[in-house]
């Protein structure tokens, strides 16, 4: 292999290993070598971390944001308004999926024969 094929191949999995940590706060650097002596690819520096922090902490903030739904209501034609967290409406829909996942697993068994 030819030193420039190696080098430009060096490069790219250095560039492919510095994109896949940029999410990472923890990672200090990312560096290879090459033959011709040590390539200095990416430093993760302070205004990366901080945007990396501040997105973290606006989704943060966007699971705390309070929504509010109409939901209806048994027996009435008047659809309720209900107020919870983002985050509140996520685990309750999780919930929900879960529930149905259960009731298909448990009535598949039952119908099947396998018991």
Do not use: F, H, N
């Not at 030193?3 to 560096?31: H, K, N």
């Not at 997105?55 to 109409?70: I, N, P």
């Amino acid at each position: 292999m030819s030193p420039i094929r190696r080098s430009v191949l060096t490069l790219s999995c250095a560039i492919a290993l510095a994109s896949m940590s940029a999410g990472y706060a923890d990672v200090p650097a990312v560096s290879t070598t090459a033959d011709s002596g040590t390539l200095q690819l990416a430093q993760v520096d302070e205004a990366a971390d901080s945007k990396a922090k501040a997105k973290v902490a606006k989704q943060d903030r966007k699971k705390d944001k309070r929504v509010c739904k109409r939901q209806k209501v048994t027996g009435s034609r008047i659809a309720e308004r209900v107020c919870r967290k983002q985050s509140d409406w996520d685990r309750i829909r999780d919930q929900a999926r879960e529930s149905v996942e259960y009731a298909k697993e448990k009535s598949s068994r039952s119908v099947g024969g396998d018991g």
